[in-house]
């Protein structure tokens, strides 16, 4: 506990560190202006601070800069002729970095009228304007100010309607009711694979403990909960489109941060002067033995620790477009000792020995070329790996210092991708979009498990690779400007098998008044199953080895969505979506229960076929009611109420595994400024969050097979009957306290997750007592860092 002080009073010496400011504090505003669908820079775009008389025209480049701004928060206000006006609001400007923006205008679709209203952008809607229902834009700086996301995209995006988290120690989300394993992850253009730290927390593929990167690496990304554009395949459940943010080109800045979660550097600039090229790199180290020691639930012989790194590297060219390089990686490790007294066996947590290994990367090199006014093509070549690595040894009373292998499991991924986008601007009222994607998949799993006699047999050893191929064309026509309708086509090929997908995906806006519109998205939407799925050897009648998954076809889901608007006042909108989705062509468990909607780490797959009976259901309605910032508070409310469900190959309906059946979250949060005579800025932000959501269903406990096991087994035959009465809920705080010197600024921030909860986890066997207990997560996890921008 002596460095948490330490860090503690070294942040605040800093904070209260006299440094004799005699005029008021301000920074540059500068950024590029470009078309939102074709990226041609608009030359003469004019740019305004709000509230004063200060303004600029972009260059030949689409470039303006607003020099000796006041720092705080800022409203910058954007018009062009021909192009439909923007106002900017509640920019956050400090003293330790330039403010660069990256701003896409949208061609106006009627002529212009002699008055001129400035449009607010909707920080609901996504950036994506193919996108209609189910998605909205998420931003670093509120990955930042949401408590309880502690910097991290995927915990802030448990915030929006129709997403519920696994539980408080994880940033695993599932998308109203659907495994989380059905989210497609994709950066800079390239699916991804799960760019969390040990993916597979809450014993769930698809997320883990934090993202591999830091927030402060992204630009403005979108996230889809349903009835997604057709540009995005192989997903059923939602959409992550995350994208890097450019390095600033004019000046060389630097981050440092250090807190009891670890150490983290951050870097950009430009390579020259006169040049437009930059750099930006992050590195993260972490280790958490110091808030290990808030956990209870975790073993004080456990160690964990990550480190990741993540780079963008801009390089224009005069005729040949703009060039970059981008890429994240990963490396996080868990290591786990029995203890050495049976008893102290309250878990099997406690009786056994663990090793979890995750690493997981990206990297790519992308291209951007605007032809002309009316066309623009991205294309990008692309790396990714994935590597899962989990060891497992049990103890026994009468050996308790010995340790007996049980799992060995190592399951790699990787792929070549390239991936090209052609943007087609018709006229201001129709654009259309067009792309493919190929995907080389190889995956290697090596799979041993003891066997009755405890020695380890090997369940299954193979490599395999195989083609995925996508092409889509989506379009967009503007009757007015209350009505429009976007339809698009995705088709996709897995090579593997011949099994071919065709999508068709429509969605109508209509605009009632300046209040209240109106959209519905409908679309089919489909997912291959993990690459070993297909590749499981199972025991013939004759003693051979046969693979009956070969043949399995993709998953396949229909999406409906209706979405209802209300701007209740320019900060103030409330939207309703209700939705449904019926899943089919879903491998389920030949003969058995077992779907892979429910789809966990360690699922009981090997030795037996699966076929594509198996269908789903998922129904709710959501509900949001969002303020956004301005004058220095917002919150927001969501409610879902929701009903998820799965047939099995016998025709049976059963609650799937993520049927909580609600979920609310309640969150906002105050900044104050102080303003010295000195011009010292000083900004304290309060924000806190509270989320309630039903239990998980459990399956009965088979109580002769958990004796024999000394370990929690569960009678599959039937699924998910079982569900605890009330509530579980998560709450969340955080401060920070921000202080603007001349040339830097330095930021204390206290961020406590599960701060007044505890969540029913299910239940577990205590050995010491041979009892099944219920086993609850009520450890409050904080996380104090101190960082400096200059």
Request: charged residues 20%; proline residues 4%.
């Amino acid at each position: 506990m002596n460095y948490l002080r330490h860090l503690l009073f070294a942040g605040v010496l800093l904070l209260l560190l006299p440094l004799g400011i005699q005029a008021q504090l301000t920074q540059t505003v500068r950024g590029q202006i470009v078309d939102m669908e074709t990226k041609v820079p608009l030359i003469g775009a004019t740019v305004m601070l709000a509230g004063s008389s200060t303004g600029v025209t972009t260059d030949a480049a689409g470039n303006f800069s607003l020099g000796s701004v006041p720092v705080g928060r800022i409203n910058l206000q954007l018009s062009y002729l021909g192009y439909e006006p923007l106002q900017l609001t509640e920019l956050q400007l400090t003293s330790g970095k330039e403010l660069v923006l990256a701003i896409e205008m949208k061609e106006s679709r009627q002529a212009l009228n002699e008055v001129v209203v400035i449009a607010h952008r909707r920080k609901d809607l996504p950036q994506n304007d193919m996108a209609s229902v189910s998605a909205r834009t998420f931003s670093v700086e509120e990955a930042r100010r949401y408590a309880g996301a502690v910097d991290d995209p995927a915990r802030m995006a448990a915030n929006f309607a129709g997403v519920t988290t696994g539980s408080a120690e994880t940033n695993v989300i599932i998308i109203r009711g659907n495994a989380p394993s059905g989210v497609l992850w994709r950066m800079e253009g390239v699916d991804i694979p799960v760019p969390s730290h040990f993916n597979g927390g809450d014993d769930v593929p698809g997320g883990g403990l934090f993202t591999m990167f830091s927030s402060s690496m992204l630009a403005n990304s979108d996230f889809y909960t349903g009835a997604f554009p057709a540009e995005y395949g192989n997903a059923v459940a939602g959409v992550f489109d995350m994208k890097f943010r450019n390095g600033n080109d004019r000046k060389h800045e630097f981050t440092a941060q250090l807190g009891i979660q670890g150490a983290e550097f951050a870097a950009e600039g430009p390579f020259k002067k006169d040049y437009d090229g930059s750099y930006l790199f992050n590195v993260r180290v972490s280790t958490l033995g110091i808030i290990k020691s808030f956990i209870s639930e975790m073993s004080s012989k456990q160690s964990i620790h990550y480190e990741d790194v993540a780079f963008k590297i801009i390089l224009p060219t005069r005729r040949m477009g703009t060039f970059s390089l981008w890429g994240i990686g990963g490396n996080s490790q868990s290591e786990r000792e029995a203890e050495d007294d049976p008893a102290e066996w309250t878990d099997v947590s406690l009786s056994s020995d663990m090793k979890i290994a995750y690493r997981a990367g990206a990297a790519g090199i992308s291209h951007k070329q605007s032809f002309n006014s009316s066309l623009y093509l991205s294309t990008t070549l692309a790396a990714t790996l994935s590597d899962a690595d989990f060891e497992f040894g049990r103890r026994r009373v009468e050996q308790p210092t010995t340790s007996i292998p049980d799992i060995d499991n190592l399951n790699r991924s990787y792929k070549l991708s390239l991936s090209s986008r052609l943007n087609h601007r018709h006229s201001s009222r129709w654009h259309s979009r067009y792309g493919i994607r190929w995907d080389q998949l190889f995956d290697k799993i090596d799979y041993r498990k003891s066997d009755d006699e405890r020695s380890m047999q090997t369940v299954a050893n193979k490599h395999s690779n195989t083609q995925l191929l996508q092409a889509y064309a989506q379009t967009k026509y503007a009757f007015n400007r209350s009505f429009s309708l976007t339809g698009g086509l995705n088709t996709t090929l897995f090579a593997l098998n011949g099994d071919f997908a065709i999508e068709p995906r429509l969605s109508v806006e209509w605009t009632l008044n300046s209040h209240h519109s109106l959209m519905l998205g409908t679309g089919l939407h489909s997912q291959i199953a993990p690459l070993y799925f297909y590749f499981m050897e199972v025991p013939a009648a004759n003693g051979g080895i046969t693979t009956p998954n070969t043949d399995l076809k993709m998953t396949r889901s229909l999406h409906n969505v209706l979405s209802y608007n209300w701007a209740i006042s320019p900060l103030l909108r409330l939207k309703v979506e209700p939705y449904f989705q019926y899943l089919y062509n879903v491998p389920v468990l030949q003969g058995g229960t077992f779907s892979t909607i429910n789809l966990t780490v360690q699922p009981p797959l090997f030795y037996q076929p699966f076929v594509n009976t198996g269908k789903g259901m998922n129904v709710g309605i959501d509900f949001t009611l969002e303020r956004f910032l301005q004058s220095g508070y917002y919150y927001m409310v969501t409610f879902s109420l929701f009903d998820s469900r799965y047939k099995d190959d016998k025709g049976d309906w059963h609650n799937t595994l993520f049927n909580t059946r609600y979920v609310a979250n309640i969150l906002g949060g105050k900044e104050f400024t102080f303003r010295r005579k000195n011009g010292l800025n000083r900004v304290l932000g309060l924000n806190a969050r509270i989320a309630l959501s039903g239990h998980r269903p459990t399956s009965p406990v088979d109580l002769k097979a958990t004796l024999e096991q000394q370990d929690i087994v569960y009678d599959e035959s039937t699924p998910f009957i079982h569900r605890r009465k009330g509530i579980s809920p998560v709450s969340d705080i955080s401060l920070t306290y921000r202080v603007n010197y001349r040339r830097c600024s330095g930021t204390v921030a206290i961020q406590v997750k599960n701060l007044i909860g505890k969540q029913y986890m299910g239940q577990s066997y205590n050995q010491a007592t041979q009892q099944i207990e219920d086993f609850y997560f009520n450890s409050m996890i904080p996380f104090i860092s101190y960082k400096m921008e200059f």
